[in-house]
C-alpha cells in the first residue's frame, strides 16, 4: 500500500500516507544475529551482529531503497579489551571512522574519536569521559563539529533510574536538554 493520491482542483496530486506494514524475519543465536524487514514502501533494511570471539563483534547495516541517492550501507568492527575498547567503521559515501575508549581508573574511562565522510568532505575530532559508581553515571561529550553532550544517570532504588541529558551546538546555537525515569516492572 502506497500513498493514496487525491484529486484536487490545482495541478498538483495530493498524496495522503495510508497504512504503513512491514514483513520481517529474524534469526538470533548466541553468536550470530539476523534481523530483516521489508517495508511497504518498498524498502529493505538488515541488521547483522557477530560475536566471532569474546572480544571481537562485526556489525553490518544497509538500507537500500529505489529513492535516488538513499541506500546506504556500514560496516564496523569492535574490539574489547581488558580495560579498553576500540571501533572501525566503514560506510558508503566514503565514510571512515575510529573511537577508542579507555578506563584510566576503576570508576573513570576516556576516550575519542575521529571520522571522515568523503562524499561531504568533512571531517571531525571528538573527546569523551565517562564517570561511574554504583549509584550514578555521568558522561560527557566535546567534538569539534560543534556538539556539547552531557547526561546523568541516578540510581534511586533497585527498580527505579533518574536521568537527564543535555546537548548544545555552540554553531547553530541548538540546544536540547530532557529528563526521564527508567520503571523496572518485574525483576
Known amino acids: 500500500m502506497g500513498p493514496t493520491e487525491i484529486p484536487s482542483q490545482s495541478a498538483e496530486t495530493i498524496k ?13 543465536d548466541p553468536n550470530l544475529m539476523l534481523i530483516g524487514r521489508v517495508l ?3 524498502r529493505l533494511n538488515a541488521r547483522v551482529k557477530w560475536d566471532l570471539t569474546d572480544n571481537l563483534t562485526v556489525k553490518a547495516n544497509a538500507q537500500l ?9 556500514m560496516f ?3 574490539y574489547k579489551g581488558k580495560d579498553y575498547r576500540s571501533q572501525f567503521q566503514i560506510g558508503n559515501g ?11 581508573t576503576p570508576h573513570l574511562s576516556l576516550g575519542g574519536e575521529v571520522f571522515w565522510a568523503g562524499q561531504h568532505r568533512k571531517s571531525g575530532i571528538g ?5 561511574e559508581t554504583d549509584k550514578m553515571v555521568a558522561t560527557g561529550q566535546v567534538a569539534s563539529t560543534g556538539m556539547v553532550a552531557l547526561s546523568y544517570v541516578q540510581k534511586v532504588s533497585e527498580k527505579v533510574s533518574l536521568a537527564s541529558d543535555f546537548m548544545y551546538n555552540y554553531m547553530s546555537k541548538d540546544v536540547t536538554a530532557s529528563v526521564g525515569y527508567d520503571y523496572i516492572l518485574r525483576q
Open 16 to 28: 495522503i500516507p495510508t497504512s504503513h506494514y512491514e514483513f520481517g524475519a529474524n534469526y538470533i
Open 40 to 42: 511497504t514502501d518498498g
Open 65 to 73: 531503497t529505489n529513492e535516488p541517492h538513499m541506500s546506504h550501507g
Open 76 to 78: 564496523n568492527c569492535d
Open 94 to 104: 566514503a565514510l571512515f571512522g575510529a573511537s577508542y575508549f579507555q578506563s584510566v
Open 127 to 131: 573527546y569523551a569521559g565517562r564517570y
